[in-house]
């Protein structure tokens, strides 16, 4: 028996599998300090939690229009319009399971053997592995560390060949916390349009964003350039609502078209009482928003000035997501060669989980999460300061 050669080249992911081991020693007994969150550890916002109560109570527990419910499409149709001035109909928004599934079926709808999609990184796991998925070939082009890994437009533009359907960017990005400047977007949507290639954006972590920086979102240049501006969101990240699984699409007609009937063979409908959560979300958790965003402000300063006093590590301030990157290439003359053997060394010798760099496209970083609670933060960095200290001396 064997499996279909399309998963040869897709694995499971490194951040699963530190998950998995930090899940081993725990169940040994072992108490675990775990920067590997990749989700807020807030509740939801109870807007959302007392809808979804209601929608079940009411019965609302079958099936819905397989691309969402009405009113959450609309709802966010007029979000995006009052934001970002897009002109996108109610129609032109997928709700599908998480942004991770909006990823997904885009890449089944618009990829195929042949074709590239150029992606920078450092980035989210889940990104090149959709791309293999659907037959085609990831083009991953490096962004400097330097800048707080800010995206430039030109080397995205410039990797691009015959063979490209389209730029995925992701900003504030996952795992470096780096945004594309309002600027370099214009740059980019302008640059795609011009090569008759979609831009994708995924903007799962739109609200958390430090030091007073505005957001530059591609829905403001959807009007511009309808055929070729593609949105990703989420409800997981910014509402703290990643159990839910509700996300969203928005962009072309046909674009949308083709994922809704992707999605119509793959999932139908996210659950029925999570999107009326969601909804509710979208219409009135602001509030918990702000200051779930305000936390992990201070969250971050606390975790940056920690690691720039470990020995060996280098972490600039991201300005965006909830996720610190620093360099570790300072560990290499102490015998720590690799991020994964960085990785192994704080959850052996300092009961510490982080992520490894290489599981996002380089070995010089690792990805230590700020949602998790302040007493994490402090006494995470006191395990790896001691655990250091035992090594280098
Ligand atoms: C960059 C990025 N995009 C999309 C997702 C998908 O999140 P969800 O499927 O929970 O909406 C994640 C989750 O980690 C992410 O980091």
């Known amino acids: 028996m064997r ?20 899940a081993e020693l725990r169940a040994a007994g072992r108490e675990i300090l775990s920067f590997g969150a990749g989700e807020p550890d807030f509740d939801s916002p109870a807007v959302a939690v007392r809808a979804a109560q209601r929608a079940l109570d009411d019965g609302f527990t079958r099936y819905t229009p ?6 959450l499409r609309r709802s966010l149709a007029d979000r995006y319009a009052a934001d970002h001035g897009a002109p996108w109909a109610a129609e032109q928004f997928l709700i599908t399971v998480g942004g ?5 079926e885009l890449a ?9 999609v150029i992606i920078p990184t450092p980035c989210w796991v889940s990104f090149p592995d959709q791309i293999r998925l659907a037959g085609a070939e990831p083009i991953l082009v490096p962004t400097q560390a330097e800048g707080g890994f800010e995206l430039k437009a030109d080397p995205i533009l410039e990797a691009i060949s015959p063979r490209t359907r389209a730029i995925l ?3 504030p990005s996952n795992p470096t916390g780096g945004i594309l400047p309002a600027a370099e977007l214009e740059k980019l949507v302008r640059g795609a349009a011009a090569a008759g290639i979609y831009l994708i954006s995924d903007e799962t972590y739109e609200f958390f964003l430090y030091d007073d920086r505005s957001y530059a979102s591609a829905a403001a240049w959807a009007k511009r350039f309808p055929e070729t501006v593609v949105l990703v969101g989420s409800f997981s990240k910014t509402y703290a609502m990643t159990g839910w699984r509700v996300g969203y699409a928005a962009g072309p007609s046909e674009v949308i078209g083709g994922a809704a009937r992707v999605q119509g063979h793959a999932t139908s409908n996210p659950t029925s009482f999570a999107m009326v959560g969601a909804l509710a979300a979208l219409e009135g958790a602001a509030p918990q928003v702000a200051e779930m965003v305000g936390e992990f402000a201070a969250r971050r300063d606390l ?12 972490c600039d301030p991201p300005a965006g997501a909830f996720y610190t990157f620093p360099d570790i290439s300072g560990l290499k003359s102490h015998g720590l060669e690799s991020s994964l053997e960085v ?20 070995d010089d970083h690792l990805r230590l999460s700020f949602a998790c609670s302040r007493a994490n933060i402090e006494q995470g960095l006191q395990a790896m300061r001691c655990a250091l200290v035992r090594r280098i001396g």
């Open 108 to 116: 089944i709808a618009l990829f195929e053997p042949g074709d590239e």
């Open 343 to 362: 990785t192994e060394f704080f959850l052996e010798e300092a009961s510490v989980a982080v992520v490894p760099g290489v599981a996002f496209g380089t």
């Open 66 to 71: 397989a691309s969402g419910i009405p009113e």
């Open 169 to 171: 960017v992701n900003s």
């Open 3 to 22: 499996l279909a050669s399309r998963l040869a080249h897709v694995e499971e992911s490194a951040t699963l599998k530190v998950t998995r081991r930090a």
């Open 100 to 104: 991770k599934a909006a990823l997904f």
């Open 303 to 314: 975790l940056v000035a920690g690691l720039n006093e470990l020995p060996g590590f280098r």
